[in-house]
C-alpha cells in the first residue's frame, strides 16, 4: 500500500499499553510516511507494514491485547512473515514467555526468549540501578541497515529479553546495562527492539527509515 | 554503555519561556519549541521543560504546545510543574510527553509517584525537588526556596524510589554569599551512591568542568539552566571535556545533530518564523538565484532582522538558501543543502564555500560568534579552568569506569 508519494508509505500502527503513540507518528510522518492508528486485531493482520509499541505494565497490557482482539492481529502478521517492528514493550509480548517475578506465562512467542526484570541487587548485594533510564550504546552482532555500529538509542525499561540458549542469529544487536541483553532480536520479518527508536534523535529516524525502506523484508 | 545525560532545562510562565538568552533577536525567545529544537540539533540528551504557573495555568491547558514539541523534537521530552494529579499525568504521556517530572505534589503525597507508575512505568517517571544544605543534610524547599517543605531530601527520594519514580532530580538553590559556583558534588556523590535509582543535579553549573565534575561523582544526568541559555557554558564544549575525561558521552556529529532537525511534512504548524515550509517535490531540484521572485519571498521576508535560518536534510532549494545568504541570515545547512549550494553558486558565480563540511561548520561557528552577547560570553572562563581544575575533582569520586552501573548499597 504506497502512499503520499514520493517513497512515503502507509505505516499501521499500534498501541499494545499506555504508550506514546503521537511521537512514533510525527517521527514517521517528518520522514515522509503516512501513519494510520489501528484499532483491531483485523487492521493489524493485514497491513503490508507495521510498528507495534508499548510502554507500562506487562500483566495489563496482555489482558489489553488478549480483551481487544488484538492478540490475534499480532500473531496472524508474525505467522504471515508481514514485516513487523516492535518496540520496546511491543518486543516483550512477542517473546516466548515471561518470568518477572510479578508475571508468570506464556507470550505470543514469535521472538525468542523469556522476558525477565532487570536485577535490582548484584551478586555482592550492591544496588543496581533499575529503571534503565538513558542513551546507551548498542553494540551490532549481526550487521544490518537498521543501524550503524557505535549508534547510541534511547531506553527506558525495567524488564530485558533473557535470550538463554537461543543467543544466536537472532540476537542482531546487545546493549549492557548491569547485564549484556539483546537491543534487537529478530525472526523472520519481525523485529523487536528495547529502545525507542522514535526518541533516539538521528540514530531512531535512521532506523524509522531503514525499516520503512520498500526494500526492508 | 549508559552515556550520562546533559539535559537542558527551561522554566516557563504561562506557556513562554522565561530568562536570558544569548540567541534573542535570532529566535523567539518565548518559544519553547524553538529553544528545544536549537538544544536537540547542539546534542542535548534529553529537555526539562518546567512550566511555573499553577494549575489554572499548566500543562493541560497547553496540549497543543505539547504536541508541537512533540512533533519537532526527536529526543526525549519531561515536562514538570503544576503536575498533581495521576490524571494530568497520564494526559501529559499521552499528548506527547515522553516523561512527567513530579514535584511539589510529590513532596507532599508521595503515593502520587505509585498511581503515576503504576499505569505507566517507572521509566517514565521524575520526580524533583529544590534543596538547601543544612547542618550536613539537605531539606527541601518550595517557591524557590522561601517555603521550608522540612522534609529531608534523600528520606524522601528513598521513598519516592520506593514508590515508582524511576529518576530523582534535587537542585540546589543557590545560596545568597559566599557559595563558590559549581553544582554541590557532595550532594552528587551521595545520591550516586544512595540511591536505588537513577539521579540527576541541577544547580550553579557556570563552566564545562563544573559539569563533569558532578558526572564524575556518578550521577546519571546534569541539568542545565540559566549560564546554558546565557551562553556562560556551552553545550558542545561540556560533552567534549566529558569524552576528554573518559565520561561516557553520547557521540556527537556535527552532520548528525544537522540532519535530525527534520522539518517537512508534519502537521502542526512549523512555529519558527525564518524557516521557510519545506518545498514541494517539484521544487526540489536546486535552482539558480535569478529564479522566479516569487519562491524567494520567504527568504527575503527574513531579511529584515539578523535571521537564523535552520534547514532540514529535505530543504535542498538553493534559491532559499542563496536568498537567504544574500540576506545576511545565518544558515545552517546539513549535507544535502551543502551540495544544492554547490551546484547554484557554479552557475551564478555567487562566493559561498563549496567544501560540505567547512560550510556546515562554518555555518554553526557563525550562529555562536553572531549569537553570543559579548565576548564574556565566550571568555575563557570556560576554558581556562578547565585544564586548571582537572586535577581537583573531588577525591573520593570512584573512578569512572568501574562505577558505570553499579554502586555500593
Known amino acids: 500500500m504506497q502512499d503520499g508519494g514520493r517513497n512515503g508509505r502507509q505505516v499501521m500502527i499500534a498501541d499494545v499499553g499506555n504508550s506514546n503513540l503521537s511521537r512514533l507518528k510525527y517521527a514517521l510522518q517528518s520522514l515522509g510516511h503516512t501513519p494510520v492508528e489501528a484499532s483491531t486485531g483485523s487492521a493489524i493482520a493485514e497491513a503490508p507494514l507495521a510498528i507495534i509499541t508499548g510502554s507500562g505494565d506487562l500483566n495489563r497490557s496482555f489482558q489489553h491485547i488478549r480483551n481487544s482482539g488484538l492478540a490475534e492481529g499480532l500473531s496472524a502478521r508474525a505467522q504471515a512473515k508481514l514485516p513487523t517492528l516492535a518496540i520496546g514493550l ?13 508475571f508468570m506465562g506464556a507470550g505470543l512467542g514469535y521472538l525468542p526468549g523469556i522476558v525477565r ?3 535490582d541487587q548484584g551478586i555482592r548485594g550492591e544496588t543496581l540501578i533499575n529503571p534503565h533510564l538513558g542513551w546507551s550504546d548498542v553494540e551490532v552482532l549481526n550487521p544490518s541497515p537498521l543501524l ?4 547510541a538509542f534511547y531506553f527506558a525499561h525495567e524488564r530485558v529479553i533473557d535470550a538463554g540458549a537461543r543467543w544466536g542469529d537472532e540476537v542482531m544487536a546487545q546493549a549492557h546495562h548491569t547485564l549484556v541483553f539483546p537491543a534487537i532480536v529478530r525472526r523472520d520479518a519481525l523485529i523487536g527492539v528495547q529502545f525507542h527508536p522514535e526518541l533516539s534523535g538521528a540514530s531512531g529516524l535512521k532506523l524509522l527509515s531503514a525499516f520503512c525502506a520498500p526494500t526492508a523484508s | ?13 504561562d506557556g513562554k519561556v522565561v530568562g536570558t538568552f544569548r540567541y534573542e533577536g535570532h529566535l523567539d525567545p518565548s518559544d519553547p519549541v524553538q529553544h528545544a529544537r536549537l538544544y536537540q540539533s547542539l546534542g542535548a540528551d534529553e529537555l526539562l521543560l518546567w512550566e511555573h504557573g499553577g494549575p489554572e495555568q499548566g500543562w493541560t491547558t ?9 512533533a519537532q523534537i526527536h529526543i526525549p521530552v519531561v515536562l514538570g510543574g503544576a503536575i498533581n494529579t495521576a490524571s494530568t499525568a497520564r494526559e501529559l504521556l499521552n499528548a506527547g510527553a515522553d516523561r512527567v517530572c513530579l514535584g511539589e505534589a510529590a513532596v507532599e503525597r508521595p503515593a502520587l509517584i505509585a498511581e503515576v507508575a503504576g499505569l505507566s512505568g517507572r521509566a517514565r517517571v521524575m520526580v524533583a525537588a529544590d534543596v ?6 539537605w531539606y527541601i524547599f518550595f517557591d524557590h526556596g522561601r517555603r521550608p517543605a522540612r522534609k529531608d531530601a534523600l528520606q524522601w527520594a528513598e521513598e519516592a524510589a520506593r514508590q515508582g519514580a524511576g529518576e530523582i532530580l534535587l537542585t540546589t538553590i543557590k545560596k545568597d554569599t559566599g557559595s563558590r559556583a559549581g553544582f554541590d558534588l557532595s550532594l552528587a556523590h551521595t545520591m550516586a551512591n544512595e540511591l536505588p535509582i537513577s539521579s540527576a543535579v541541577g544547580g550553579d553549573g557556570r563552566t564545562s568542568v563544573h559539569f563533569a565534575e558532578a558526572f564524575e561523582c556518578g550521577v546519571q544526568a546534569v541539568i542545565g539552566g540559566a549560564p546554558l541559555h546565557e551562553g556562560v557554558v556551552d553545550l558542545p564544549k561540556i560533552k567534549a571535556l566529558m569524552a576528554e575525561r573518559e565520561i561516557p558521552v553520547r557521540p556527537p556529529s556535527i552532520e548528525e545533530a544537522l540532519d535530525d532537525i527534520v522539518v517537512g511534512g508534519v502537521t502542526p504548524e512549523a512555529p519558527i518564523p525564518p524557516t521557510p515550509a519545506a518545498p514541494p517535490p517539484e521544487a526540489k531540484t536546486p535552482k539558480t538565484s535569478d529564479a522566479d521572485p516569487e519562491e524567494r519571498a520567504p527568504a527575503q521576508e527574513m531579511a529584515g532582522e539578523d535571521a537564523t535560518l535552520i534547514l532540514g536534510a529535505e530543504q535542498t532549494d538553493a534559491t532559499v538558501i542563496l536568498s537567504a545568504e544574500q540576506a545576511d541570515a545565518t544558515v545552517i545547512l546539513g549535507a544535502e543543502q551543502a551540495e544544492a549550494i554547490a551546484k547554484a553558486t ?3 558565480g555567487a562566493t559561498v564555500s563549496t567544501a560540505k563540511g567547512e560550510i556546515i561548520e562554518d555555518a554553526l561557528d557563525n550562529l555562536w560568534e553572531d549569537t553570543v552577547s559579548g565576548a564574556a560570553a565566550f571568555s575563557d572562563d570556560d576554558d581556562g579552568p578547565t585544564h586548571a581544575d582537572d586535577e581537583t575533582t573531588i577525591s573520593d569520586a570512584p ?8 554502586k555500593k548499597s
Open chain 2, 399 to 406: 573512578a569512572f569506569v568501574e562505577k558505570a552501573d553499579t
Open chain 2, 1 to 13: 554503555m549508559l552515556n550520562r545525560r546533559v539535559i537542558p532545562r527551561l522554566d516557563l510562565e
Open chain 1, 148 to 151: 550503524s555500529e557505535g549508534a
Open chain 1, 117 to 119: 526484570r532487570l536485577p
Open chain 2, 132 to 137: 538547601k544544605r543544612r547542618m550536613g543534610a
Open chain 2, 346 to 348: 557554479e552557475s551564478t
Open chain 1, 90 to 102: 511491543g518486543a516483550l509480548i512477542y517473546c516466548e514467555g515471561f518470568a518477572d517475578g510479578q
Open chain 2, 62 to 70: 497547553r496540549l497543543d504546545l505539547v504536541a508541537r514539541l512533540a
